[in-house]
T-cell receptor, first 113, second 117 residues
Framework: QKEVEQDPGPLSVPEGAIVSLNCTYSNSAFQYFMWYRQYSRKGPELLMYTYSSGNKEDGRFTAQVDKSSKYISLFIRDSQPSDSATYLCAMSAFDSSASKIIFGSGTRLSIRP | GAVVSQHPSWVICKSGTSVKIECRSLDFQATTMFWYRQFPKQSLMLMATSNEGSKATYEQGVEKDKFLINHASLTLSTLTVTSAHPEDSSFYIC?????????????FGEGSRLTVL
């Protein structure tokens, strides 16, 4: 079993729809949870960063962490064609070394105009 | 946000030659940088952790003599793929963690696509 599981998609939704992206994980020691967006042939960029459980909102993006279920989500409201990209979840345990970050395989998202 | 620059963005080389990829943190100092490899439709696989002024730490299964890493300054790390072969063709990405940033706040370069003929 992989430490982090993420549905690769592709996921295609119409413009304006609410998008839900999810990851599950098996390591209960994970404390830091991130979402990265990666456009084709580009490096990932950090979208959201949360520590422990709870919700975090930033504009049209909301990140949720449910540690009891080992489940994290990223919601995108009012989705735009420019949101079309691959979204990678990532997480790490309480560790000062970023080398311990585990990435999901990424979900390819396509927003149809 | 912090900026990490990677160069070249793409390179084509002949089998047997060596290729150097640079990773620079433009507006912050990075004592630690990371090198990843990404195959199409797959996630990032950490290859090595590059520490300024010391030897890199390689992940299991990564040949250190094949993938030479040098972190000569607080803003520059280089990855050299030596004696490249077609199976080394991949997307190589570097990242850096800014001092004082919480764990996980990595800033990535744009990636370098290597094609070995």
């Amino acid at each position: 079993q992989k430490e982090v599981e993420q549905d690769p998609g592709p996921l295609s939704v119409p413009e304006g729809a609410i998008v839900s992206l999810n990851c599950t994980y098996s390591n209960s020691a994970f404390q830091y949870f991130m979402w990265y967006r990666q456009y084709s042939r580009k490096g990932p960029e950090l979208l959201m960063y949360t520590y422990s459980s709870g919700n975090k909102e930033d504009g049209r993006f909301t990140a949720q962490v449910d540690k009891s279920s080992k489940y994290i989500s990223l919601f995108i409201r009012d989705s735009q064609p420019s949101d079309s990209a691959t979204y990678l979840c990532a997480m790490s345990a309480f560790d000062s070394s970023a080398s311990k970050i585990i990435f999901g395989s990424g979900t390819r998202l396509s927003i149809r105009p | 946000g912090a900026v990490v620059s990677q160069h070249p963005s793409w390179v084509i080389c002949k089998s047997g030659t060596s290729v150097k990829i640079e990773c620079r943190s433009l507006d912050f100092q990075a004592t630690t940088m990371f090198w990843y490899r990404q195959f199409p439709k797959q996630s990032l696989m950490l290859m090595a952790t590059s520490n300024e002024g010391s030897k890199a730490t390689y992940e299991q299964g990564v040949e250190k003599d094949k993938f030479l890493i040098n972190h000569a300054s607080l803003t520059l790390s280089t990855l050299t793929v030596t004696s490249a072969h077609p199976e080394d063709s991949s997307f190589y990405i570097c990242s850096a963690s800014r001092s004082g940033s919480p764990t996980g706040e990595l800033f990535f370069g744009e990636g370098s696509r290597l094609t070995v003929l």
